[in-house]
């Protein structure tokens, strides 16, 4: 079955650090993925998606990730973090074809220390 | 922007009572789903609808059911509910067409059966 896996389920950084989170998935076919973030209180938004072409791809608030096919994994990542960046990051996978359906990762909880 | 409407924030119920939980979205997307979200599980896919009418079950759809009568309206209904359905719950759209597209997430009904 399909799954995808982020093996950091909290991290603790303090302010100017540089973060990355791994994401790593099991299909093989193609797939589109994407990085949402879930801030305290707030519902889940879209932080940045892969869906072809130039494997960095860079989303909202500086952050990018950078998808590598050969190792099926998609690892966010920010030079320098903010103490506003503290949420929790959901890396999800879906295939180009045939289903619906969305496999989210458990999620990564970020604290960043002012 | 799109707008996705979860009726309630917060809801408490009893065990063995019949739970409607209501989601409406303003962008006249064909997709909609239902997942639940628990700390270290991320989110689980109950069910999802891609047309009105139409539904498949996700990954964890025992004890729940779903109703799509109109486009814009997607209801998740626990039967009989129990304490492990205590959770938090989230709703998703997305549109189909021009390949896979992100979903937008509601505010989440966070749902304490006793």
């Known amino acids: 079955a399909q799954s995808v896996s982020q093996h950091n389920h909290h991290v603790i950084l303090s302010e100017a650090a540089s973060l990355e989170l791994g994401c790593n998935y099991s299909?093989?076919?193609?797939?589109?993925l994407f990085w949402y973030v879930q801030y305290p209180g707030q519902h889940l938004q879209l932080l940045l998606k892969y869906f072809s072409g130039d494997p960095l791809v860079k989303g909202i608030k500086g952050f990018e990730a950078e998808f590598i096919k050969s190792k099926f994994s998609f690892n966010l990542r920010k030079p320098s973090v903010q103490w506003s960046d503290t949420a929790e990051y959901f890396c999800?996978?879906?295939?180009?074809?045939?289903?619906?359906?969305?496999?989210f990762g458990t999620g990564t909880r970020l604290k960043v220390l002012a | 922007d799109v707008k996705v409407t979860q009726s309630s924030r917060y809801l408490v119920k009893r065990t063995g009572e019949k739970v409607f939980l209501e989601c409406v979205q303003d962008?006249?997307?064909?997709?909609m789903f239902w997942y639940r979200q628990d700390p270290g599980l991320g989110l689980r896919l109950i069910y999802f609808s891609y047309d009105v009418k139409m539904k498949e079950k996700g990954d964890i759809p025992e004890g729940y059911s779903v109703s799509r009568e109109k486009k814009e309206r997607f209801s998740l209904i626990l039967e009989s509910a129990s304490t492990n359905q205590t959770s938090m719950y989230l709703c998703?759209?997305?549109?189909?067409?021009?390949?896979?597209?992100?979903?937008?997430f509601g505010d989440g009904t966070r749902l304490s059966i006793l």
């Open positions: 299909y093989g076919g193609t797939v589109n």
């Open positions: 998703a759209s997305s549109p189909t067409g021009q390949g896979v597209q992100p979903q937008h």
């Open positions: 999800a996978v879906i295939r180009t074809s045939g289903t619906y359906k969305y496999i």
């Open positions: 962008m006249d997307h064909e997709n």
